[in-house]
């Protein structure tokens, strides 16, 4: 009985006193690149997406994107040291959350920014061109500090 006592107030004695931060941020690089999915140049190779693509089909004034990742987990307090590459020639444009940050993605252009993750949470992101919603979306997964499992 006195050995799982102690056991008990060494942990208590082990964890970090409430309001202290365990974790130090730090800058995270992150790229993320533009992929075309289902787009009309594809319509050659794929026959079956001329149907999909016409009026009334499934695609119509539509083109599928991704961002891969599409998924990205920070600590709370990181700041994320963005690198965008669009390799085509189609434009997007990368928005966090309601619009922490909003910014062009030209095509066949590389394109740098930085966001710091300040609360955590789970924050969407998305291109906002009619034609790429709702498919080209992700989100940021901020973990906050206290997190259960962090060293």
């Known amino acids: 009985m006195k050995l799982a006592l102690v056991g008990v107030g060494l942990l208590a004695a082990c964890a970090p006193a409430p309001g202290a931060r365990s974790y130090t941020?730090?800058?995270?690089?992150?790229?993320?690149?533009?992929?075309?999915?289902?787009?009309?140049?594809?319509?050659?190779?794929?026959?079956?997406?001329?149907?999909?693509?016409?009026?009334?089909?499934v695609?119509?004034?539509?083109?599928?994107?991704?961002?891969?990742?599409?998924?990205?987990?920070?600590?709370?307090g990181d700041t994320?040291?963005?690198?965008?590459?669009?390799?085509?020639?189609?434009?997007h444009t990368f928005?966090?959350?309601?619009?922490?940050?909003?910014?062009q993605l030209p095509g066949e252009q590389i394109t740098r920014a930085t966001y710091v993750a300040?609360?955590?949470?789970?924050v969407p992101f998305f291109c906002s061109l009619p034609a790429h919603a709702p498919?080209?979306?992700?989100?940021l997964v901020v973990l906050p500090d206290g997190a259960p499992g962090r060293r």
Do not use: C
């Open 25 to 57: 941020p730090r800058t995270r690089e992150i790229t993320i690149t533009t992929v075309p999915l289902l787009v009309r140049e594809s319509q050659t190779e794929f026959p079956f997406l001329k149907r999909a693509f016409a009026p009334g089909g």
């Open 59 to 76: 695609l119509e004034g539509k083109e599928v994107y991704a961002f891969v990742p599409s998924t990205i987990t920070v600590m709370e």
């Open 80 to 91: 994320i040291a963005f690198t965008f590459v669009n390799p085509e020639d189609d434009p």
């Open 95 to 103: 928005v966090l959350g309601s619009g922490d940050l909003n910014i």
């Open 118 to 122: 300040k609360h955590g949470g789970i």
């Open 135 to 139: 498919m080209m979306a992700g989100q």
